[in-house]
């Protein structure tokens, strides 16, 4: 039973280190606190559900044309909306906030309050002995880390994955060196929320999903980033894993209700004994 | 008498030492000029006496009580303010409020002995020749202003010890010297100082002592004649900036 | 050359229109016989009041606290608790409140001290996150979503609560207007402007963040046990991220640090969302849309823009933008 539960933790674990990364790009990138973040992990499980379930759209497909138009979304808002206040943290708490409600508005009026349900990719379980493991999880699973990979790769390597490494160490510098900061704002908006609404994608035929479903992954997703500490992809991936395990072990010993409460005083915790986590540097 | 003791102090950042096993003392009443070429370790050094900073090791004696580490505001009130190398004011707050803030609440102050905390507040202001309204916004004031109000502030907890941080920076020479006549006053007044500056001539100008660092040590040390003969010294800044000394 | 009266501080044109609204509020109750002008104008004192204290935090002292509604919300359980099984004074009700949210403001405030702004504000979310989950998640003791009902009123008649909330308002306002004119509040206000320097000025800065931020807790939770009272009952939306955003938004509007905006800002969103009931439904939405707005336009809220306009109300300091 144990061994059950730290599997599903772990397999958990990865989506949420997928969230958790995102976060951390927008944090370490662009020195932005987007508190919305957890708003477009919520557009990613309802952008899906429509396409799966009122469109009848293969999943995979969906799951691509999901992150398309999130990306594009955080785009057009990074521009519109978080260029002007980028100077000013408070404003861009406040703005951040303020289209956080806005958005969970637009869900709950767009498609109404009901818990609603969706369809997983593969329905069926695989069964190891006394283990039960849901393709559906195992799927999630893979995907994601297959995008972390991905995502690092891409940083290494790429001349624009070089580029916003530079942003992220030293802005200045970056933008004395030619690069061209604004657009890698730009993109690193559009992926970092990308990232939360694939999050949601591969998470939603898990849960059920509602308008304010985005505050939990919000919390969470800084949660993991100040666990596990800024610049350090390793160390968000580790907190994934670790929120993932705690959050399955709260609701099978506790309960699913609590679910909320254990990782938030992790959290807390963390941030009196360690503002800058436990493996990168401090956010600020 | 010292009053002020540093012994052995120390302090790295990330594995460069901007203090390393520095030793001075202040005697009381007297002006004491720091100074040094750029990243000697000055700044460094009053972030350490008032709090600021934790040195790696070392004292800091003050009154034969080691406040190495003590909270920034403990040390004010036991007598020791600073100013910063960048004028540092509350912005959006008038000027009178500013030095409000951080009056003294003891009623047996050395300099200003007015009951009314407002009238001492417009005594102080009036001390450090402060032009502009006290109702005017500290954001909206030139650089001189800025200075004065800044040192007002720093005044206004009564303090033994004062340190200023570059206080002429970016001013003019009528501003500089009145700001010189102002340290020169307060010192009259019974006020130590320990002085870091750039402009040689305002430093020469008011300080009995002077103590010159280089790359976080005491490279010398004595009256300002005994330290501008000093080769080291010369060497140190030529060395690095040419810098004139007279 | 300034004039006596604006160099300290006074201005006699405000003065007088502020007196005459208050008598105009005085005198409504007789002027009208609409029950539902008076409940809606309670309300919108309700959320000024609440307002209030959340700029006092964020406005004044500068902590971004994305959880005031706990503080709110936890007066109103505290009242909820305790009637159920005691028969308590109601001004002893009010009281409690208020010191339990201090409490309250005490658990969270002192693990915070040492964390900067946006840690602060996610911290704060996050502690209010946690009891709106424990007001959801335990049944038993709070009943839920359904919450506490059937709560013994404080004041029956409607012009009584009128009278009442306006009471709350206006020693809230003029308690706010005596401490920021005090040395203690301006050493609040330093802890906004560079908390460095305010250490530097001999302030305990520590010290000064744990008891503002206990005396905007204590408003808020005495405001928050007489919405308890006034309505009769308490849900967890008392403790909610939309209301918490709900006093942001009405503070951004009348403009953060202006301690009168936060007036203007409550009753015109009160009002809208009261009496434009086709609207309800989108009243969050609306809120947030201002508020983007606003933030892009201009950050000094609506007030910010009538000061521009209307030399009248400026209270005699020159404020650039």
């Keep these: 039973m144990v061994l059950q539960i730290l599997i599903s933790g772990l397999l958990l674990g990865g989506i949420y280190a997928l969230m958790g990364l995102g976060l951390s790009l927008t944090l370490g990138v662009m020195r932005i606190v987007n508190l919305a973040h957890g708003v477009f992990y919520a557009l990613g499980s309802f952008v899906i559900y429509s396409f799966v379930v009122q469109a009848k759209i293969n999943s995979f497909l969906a799951l691509f044309f999901t992150f398309i138009i999130i990306f594009f979304l955080g785009i057009v808002i990074e521009r519109i909306l978080l260029k002007p206040v980028r100077e000013s943290e408070m404003n861009v708490m406040i703005v951040t906030f303020a289209l956080a409600i806005f958005a969970e508005q637009c869900i709950r009026l767009g498609w109404g309050v009901m818990y609603r349900s969706t369809p997983p990719f593969f329905r069926g379980e695989l069964k190891i002995g006394q283990l039960f493991l849901d393709y559906q999880r195992m799927l999630a699973f893979g995907i994601g880390m297959a995008i972390i990979v991905g995502l690092v790769i891409a940083l290494k390597k790429t001349k624009l994955g070089k580029a916003t490494r530079m942003v992220q160490q030293n802005y200045e510098m970056a933008m004395l060196l030619g690069i061209n900061v604004n657009f890698v704002s730009m993109l690193v908006y559009g992926l970092g929320v990308g990232l939360a609404a694939l999050a949601g994608c591969l998470l939603a035929p898990l849960y059920l999903i509602f308008p304010a479903m985005g505050w939990t992954p919000l919390l969470m997703s800084f949660a993991i980033v100040i666990l596990g500490g800024m610049g350090s992809i390793m160390g968000t991936v580790i907190g994934g894993f670790l929120f993932g395990l705690t959050t399955l072990l709260t609701s099978y010993y506790i309960s699913s209700g609590m679910v909320n409460v254990v990782p938030f005083l992790a959290m807390i915790i963390t941030l009196i004994i360690r503002p800058g986590g436990f493996f990168g540097k401090e956010i600020f | ?246 | 050359m300034m004039s006596k009266a604006e160099v300290k501080g006074r201005n006699p044109i405000r003065a007088v229109s502020v007196f005459l609204l208050l008598c105009f509020a005085a005198a409504l109750p007789f002027l009208t016989q609409k029950q539902y002008l008076l409940h809606v104008i309670i309300l919108a004192n309700i959320l000024a009041t609440f307002a209030l204290s959340w700029d006092f935090l964020a406005g004044f002292m500068g902590q971004l606290n994305l959880g005031h509604s706990m503080f709110f919300g936890i007066g109103a359980y505290a009242i909820g608790f305790i009637t159920m099984a005691y028969q308590i004074p109601p001004i002893l009700g009010l009281i409690l409140g208020g010191l339990i949210a201090v409490f309250l403001s005490f658990i969270v405030g002192i693990p915070c001290l040492r964390l900067r702004g946006p840690y602060y504000a996610i911290a704060t979310l996050a502690f209010s996150q946690v009891l709106f989950t424990l007001a959801m998640g335990l049944p038993k003791l709070t009943g839920s979503e359904e919450g506490i009902t059937k709560i013994p009123k404080f004041i029956v008649s409607i012009k009584g609560n009128y009278y009442f909330s306006f009471f709350l308002l206006v020693a809230a306002v003029v308690a706010l207007k005596f401490l920021f004119r005090s040395k203690f509040g301006k050493r609040l206000i330093s802890l906004r402007e560079d908390e460095r320097l305010s250490e530097a000025a001999g302030i305990d800065t520590s010290a000064y963040k744990i008891i503002g931020a206990a005396m905007s807790a204590f408003l808020a939770g005495v405001v928050g046990a007489y919405n308890c009272y006034y309505h009769g009952n308490v849900t967890p939306d008392m403790l909610s991220i939309s209301l918490t955003f709900s006093v942001v938004a009405v503070v951004v509007f009348g403009g953060i640090g202006t301690l009168y905006g936060a007036i203007p800002g409550a009753y015109v969103l009160t009002f809208l969302n009261e009496y434009l009931y086709f609207l309800m439904n989108y009243r969050l939405l609306i809120y947030a849309l201002v508020i983007m707005l606003m933030l892009l336009y201009s950050s000094g809220g609506l007030l910010g823009l009538v000061r521009e306009r209307l030399k009248v109300f400026e209270n005699g300091n020159t404020q650039s933008k």
Excluded: C
Excluded at chain 2, 2 to 13: D, E, G, H, P, R
Excluded at chain 2, 110 to 135: C, G, H, N, W, Y
Excluded at chain 2, 165 to 178: A, F, H, I
Excluded at chain 2, 194 to 211: A, G, N, T, W
């Design chain 2, 1 to 246: 008498m010292a009053i002020l003791k540093v012994s052995n102090l120390t302090k790295s950042f990330k594995g460069l030492t901007a203090v390393s096993n520095l030793h001075f003392n202040v005697e009381e009443g007297e002006v004491l000029g720091l100074m040094g070429p750029n990243g000697a370790g000055k700044t460094t050094v009053i972030n350490l006496i008032t709090g600021f900073l934790k040195p790696d090791s070392g004292t800091i004696s003050w009154h034969n009580e080691n406040i190495a580490g003590m909270k920034p505001h403990r040390i004010v009130h036991r007598g020791i303010t600073r100013t910063f190398q960048q004028a540092r004011v509350f912005p959006n707050i008038s000027i009178f409020d500013n030095v409000i803030v951080g009056l003294s609440q003891s009623d047996q102050t050395r300099l200003f002995s007015a009951p009314d905390p407002k009238q001492r507040v417009l005594d102080i202001l009036k001390f450090v020749e402060m032009k502009t309204k006290p109702s005017i916004l500290a954001k909206d004031l030139p650089q001189d202003e800025l200075r004065r109000l800044e040192i007002a502030r720093a005044i206004s907890s009564d303090p033994k010890l004062l340190l200023l941080d570059e206080p002429v920076s970016g001013l003019t020479p009528e501003e500089s010297d009145s700001i010189a006549d102002i340290i020169t006053r307060l010192n009259k007044a019974g006020i130590t100082l320990l002085i870091i500056e750039h402009v040689m001539r305002m430093l020469m100008k008011v300080s009995h002592r002077l103590v010159v660092m280089s790359s976080g040590t005491k490279l010398s040390e004595g009256t300002p004649e005994e330290v501008r003969k000093d080769p080291l010294v010369a060497e140190a800044y030529l060395g690095k900036e040419g810098e004139e000394l007279a």
